[in-house]
């Protein structure tokens, strides 16, 4: 079975989406190579999480409710937020980089877990099944993982930057909210109910777009406020 046209896809998707989120920074873009870094943690947070959850498993049926809906959001969203607050705080000068580093670490995320199931289930299904497998994946997967992990993102940048809460706190608060969207597209998808996928995914492209816009409406008071302390 060929896979490299699905690995091609799924590549070329991750691309056209980083391409987006690193114009969605219009005043000041921020460095490429930066962005590829926080791709290229996503892999790493991909690792932690399977490390994590392969340890719960070891307890709990992998493929147990309680493990999909439960610690799969949770542990996936704490590896994906730490990579990109930890590596990339210093970075996020402006209130929309908190939105950038996350949805590039979750890009990272979401693509590697994606080829990562390409070559899990090429041994089980057709090469039509796998290719609508890959397809599916890319459309609604990946955006639920850039929207519960920008949601985490903000947060955290805005609790820490804006209402001055020391790290951990901000951090622990961060993963409620990503935690609870990650575990709603879950509960979602193992319903197998395409439409209802559809709306979810569409809920959460809005979310991204609206976080976009309430950031950047936050940017003239942020600088306001870092001239008046200086």
Sequence with gaps: MDLLPLFVI????????LIVLWLSDVEKMEALLKLLTAFALGFAAVVIAAGIEST???FVSASSVFMIVVVAPI?????????????????????????????????????LENILYILKYSFELTYLQL??????????????????????????WYLKK??????????TISIIPAAILHATYNITALTGDLTALT????????????????LREL????????????
């Design 10 to 17: 799924t590549a070329i998707y991750a691309f056209i989406i």
């Design 162 to 171: 804006i209402n001055n809460m020391e790290d951990l706190e901000s951090f």
């Design 199 to 214: 709306f979810i995914v569409i809920v959460y492209i809005v979310i991204i777009i609206l976080t976009w816009y309430m």
């Design 131 to 156: 290719a609508d497998l890959t397809v599916a994946r890319m459309l609604f997967s990946i955006p639920a993982h850039l929207a519960a992990t920008i949601m985490g993102t903000a947060t955290y």
């Design 56 to 58: 719960f498993a070891l």
């Design 75 to 111: 542990v996936e969203e704490i590896a994906k937020i730490d990579m990109a607050t930890r590596s990339f705080y210093k970075d996020m000068d402006e209130p929309e980089d908190s939105l950038i580093y996350g949805g590039v670490v979750a890009l990272g995320f979401g693509f």
């Design 219 to 230: 940017k003239p008071s942020f600088h306001l406020t870092i001239r008046t302390k200086f």
